[in-house]
């Protein structure tokens, strides 16, 4: 398992495991990032910025500090 | 009389939908958190009357931020005896979640599948008897756009709301997991997706927010935005705004005046010395004239530029692209939005700070906005002063308020405590806008801007004119004379001006007209201008937006910044430093 962050450009991936308070998994889940759902990483904003990834077809951004606390598996 | 709630995730399209019910028009854009209060209307079928409620998108009904609050606060307070949920069809999924919370509280409920067109472009299938099985409710389908859907709607609302009809949906109570479990399997009978190729427009939404292409669109966007309403401005302003007020306009009112009231205060008030001279200062002629021949022009472009931006998709890119920047000045990438929003009026920009989650981020964003972003009425003016002289000087006032900016920023993000928190949003997709509704918005943001802006010229004017003949302003100038003399290298009648600033921006600018400054000194006065004090409307949205205490800090650190940087900006054009 690699984390958000760590995952490649343009890689296909399901998540695993969400780690943090319920405050935060419940934020993420209620946009659709959940465990189980499959996404793709389209690139990371420059200067380490947020994440950008697709979970079915629809964009969202990231912090890199959240992005870090989701695990995911590389398809 | 009936309550009726427009509820859904954000950028739906609620807003659209709300404004094809009631005719009542209000801000729509393609990102999500437009709405941050709330709109009422009110929609008649027949003898039916009843109110409707434009809410801010959310999520869920346990918020995240002060629109989600807003939100969610209506739904439990408010007491609505129907509530339309407008979803996203292409995002089904997701939009079901906050729908099955709604329906859990029993209420009578119409479900909108909105964006129709755009899911059968995308491939996306769905079954609508089966959804409105399993959910035991009306389900319409509608592009809410071209109006598409609105009439079944408004059919549905007048049967519910006379209480025929009315069905609750009979789906139990569930945990969360049970939630997303029960939306899989809605969605595994009802949704058929095909697979197609990215459009080129999807393709161009990578490119946008990816590094390296993404600043080069970033930079090609921005001028492009920069040469159009700058075009747009110059053009409607020679060729027909100056025209019409030095050909028709000025010498019929002049002469109007002058043959109707005799010589004498009110005379004056009205044209001042006839409409040739920039110094009259007359409301009928320069207050008519640099509202509508100087400022209307570059309001009228640059909120259709705007417009188009932001219902194309594009500001929430920016937004990510720029997070990384905007951290290292205290803020997050959304604050992006609340200051394009800014370079229009400030006062859209301080509502919309709203978005922002954190206490000491809205206080960092209005702060920054409040002192180094001027709003489009002002930089009409500075254009208006400034222009024939080479663009060298605008650059010099833009270059400062950027610094500033920066500047400002940085300082607050270390001596304030806290961090701020991370972005977290969806990207929409680019969407090709819908002329009718960006003109329609357009011309909603420009009568907003002549709403506010004639009675506060008008004001200001006669209280410039009543402040002399009392003799305050004599008094005034003689007190700040130093201060402007020596600090800032100004001529004492520049007082008037900076105190005009409180009321309105573009009428303060433009009465350093008749001054006969240099250039250099015209810097200085702009940029003291632009940065000393937030206009009257700003202050009263301050307020209220972040409370007296917290606004009175941003005031003392407004008056500071504007003196320190006249002076510094007036001793470096002077070769003194």
Sequence with gaps: ?75 | MKKILLMGNPNVGKSVVFSRLTGVNVIQSNYPGTTVGFTKGHLKIGKNEMDIIDVPGTYSLSPSCKAEEVARDMFFDEKPDLIINVLDVTNLERNLYLTLQILEKNIPTVILLNMWDAAKRKGIHVNLEKLQEIIGLKVIPAVAVTGEGIKDLVNIIDEITLNKNIKLSKIPKMDDSEKWAFIGEILSEVQKIEHRHPSLLEKLEDASVKPFSGIIIAIIVLFITMQVIIGIGEFLINYILDPLYYQYYGPFITSLVQNSIPTGFIHDILIGSGYEYETSFGLLTTGIYVIFAVVLPYILSFYFILGFLEDFGYLPRLAVLLDSIMHKLGLHGYATIPIILGFGCNVPAMLSTRILEGKREKFIATTLIAISIPCMAQTAVIIGLLGKYGIQYIILIYGTLLILFIVLGSILNFLLKGESPEIFFEIPPYRIPHMETLLKKTWMRVKGFLLEALPFVFLGILAINILYLIGVMGALSNLLSPIMSQMLGLPDQAIDALIMGFLRKDLATAMLAPLNLSPNQLVVACTVLATSFPCIATFVVLIKEIGVKDMLKTVVLMLSVALITGTILNLILNGLL
């Design chain 1, 1 to 75: 398992m690699i984390t958000l962050v760590e995952l490649k450009n343009g890689k296909n991936a399901t998540i695993k495991k969400i780690e943090g308070g319920p405050g935060l998994k419940n934020r993420l889940e209620v946009m659709n990032l959940r465990e189980g759902k499959r996404i793709r990483k389209t690139c990371s904003a420059p200067l380490h910025g947020p994440v950008v990834l697709e979970i079915d077809g629809f964009k969202m951004a990231i912090g890199r500090g959240m992005a870090k606390k989701v695990w995911v598996e590389e398809i």
